[in-house]
DNA sequence: TCGGAAATTTGCGCGAGAGCAAAGAGCGCT
DNA sequence: AGCGCTCTTTGCTCTCGCGCAAATTTCCGA
């Protein structure tokens, strides 16, 4: 197995505030793994063996309730760590992690997490990162889905997959993964039916562009307006 | 000010894995705080000048929308770390933290978070372990509002609160702090007119005995089997 | 002890969106 | 090149639970 180059992910959150030497030390625990699109890195139940740093790709989390409903947990996306269930004393995965795209991440043993939190203290901080953003975005979602109508929340969905993992293309910002109906969905506590006709309303007025498993996002602004519920800003009578 | 004495915290997980003269260091360090009931521990958007370590009581932590709608996010009580927005890299507390009965807290200065973190290790794990679990908490909320209905999502809430903070008494399980329906509305993502018609229900059936801002479970386990979605296992036709 | 504010209960009508059904479109695989 | 599977679109109906309104109860403080 090759080991890694350092340079590719000396400035990632991870190993900030670790010296080349250490990075490389980090680096020579891991192995590198690729996962062909679809397959899945880890399963929901599974025993959590390893913690991972995404390379490259895109892996949707999901995460399936006890009567057998699914959803879509969040994206991860290059440079991010995931998989720490044992940093938060976990001895099993609570979700899969299902490769969107061909991918490649680092994998070190779940084992030797204490040993390297004392060894490396930055560390901790960067995990503590992690889970904390992971918590204000989850907290986020309840937010919304306790306050929102479903059109605000897919606005917001597709705000945020945008920032995440927008590639600028001419029409504008194209999600830069296959993501279907159903995966929005997942995502926003609604339904494809409901999604698929809130997409086709706003293609009409020319603020997405759709495609299967593809969704650009042509006019951001008057989406944000959407997702922030500023109701009917656009279609409000002259004198109410 | 009065110190605090060891043998009130030592147990708790965030003093596991200390030495005696550790945990009293650690102590000299801290702030012990009152706070009389509906009083504020901080406020959403305030700095985030310290973190705490809840004595006893119990505290409403609730988050407001741009658009003003709240949400009661969790409850916190004795022997919990809060408001450790410091450890996410947050400059300013995300919620507010609201005394629910005269509470007793003990405050570090956020500023010496990263010293501890240092000088005791130990702190990042149970740091990570809190943070983890709260994750995992909303997470499952998450699941809750997207798949259940209003009625499996109160029970789920109040099975939870039971646990968290009940306290048994002769007609079963009382929730051990004031709680309106309000407030039960605003931690499942509903309204206080729908929680009071299904509590009101639930109190004709038996499961459960209301009050003004107190709630008592008479039988658990039945709303375990609605919480479950087990649909209609009680009032299901013979024949379907 | 009494007055008033806050919390709770309950009725009624409506609308967002889920559920069901079926047709249409795009992509991969042989 | 063509077949078949998956994804998407769209129509229709029905229901859960929200919004509004008003009565009632409970507690706290003067």
Do not use: C
């Not at 959407?226 to 279609?235: M, Q, S, T, V, Y």
Request: glycine residues 8%; neutral net charge.
């Amino acid at each position: 197995m090759a080991s890694v180059d350092r340079s590719l992910v000396a400035n990632l959150p991870m190993f900030a505030g670790l010296a080349p030497a250490e990075q490389d030390e980090l680096l020579r625990e891991a192995r590198s793994i690729r996962y062909p699109k679809g397959s899945a890195v880890f399963d929901q139940g599974a025993k959590a063996d390893h913690f991972y740093l995404l390379l490259h790709g895109h892996l949707r989390v999901e995460k399936v309730t006890l009567q057998g409903q699914q959803s879509v947990v969040r994206y991860v996306s290059g440079g991010e760590l995931f998989g720490v269930a044992q940093a938060m004393n976990l001895t099993h995965y609570p979700a899969t992690a299902v490769a969107a795209v061909d991918s490649i991440a680092l994998a070190w043993p779940s084992s030797s997490w204490n040993r390297l939190l004392t060894k490396y203290p930055s560390l901790a901080s960067s995990a503590l990162q992690t889970v904390g953003s992971r918590l204000q975005d989850t907290q986020a979602r309840v937010l919304e889905m306790s306050n929102e109508q479903v059109e605000q929340r897919v606005a917001h969905a597709l705000l945020r997959l945008a920032k995440q993992a927008g590639r600028k293309v001419d029409a504008g910002v194209e999600i830069d993964f296959p993501i279907s109906r159903q995966d929005v969905a997942e995502m926003t506590g609604t339904t494809l039916h409901t999604v698929s006709r809130i997409l086709s309303a706003w293609e009409q007025q020319g603020l997405v562009e759709g495609g299967r498993q593809r969704i650009v996002l042509r006019d951001a602004n008057r989406l944000h307006v959407l997702a922030e519920g500023d109701e009917g800003a656009l279609n409000r009578k002259p004198n109410p």
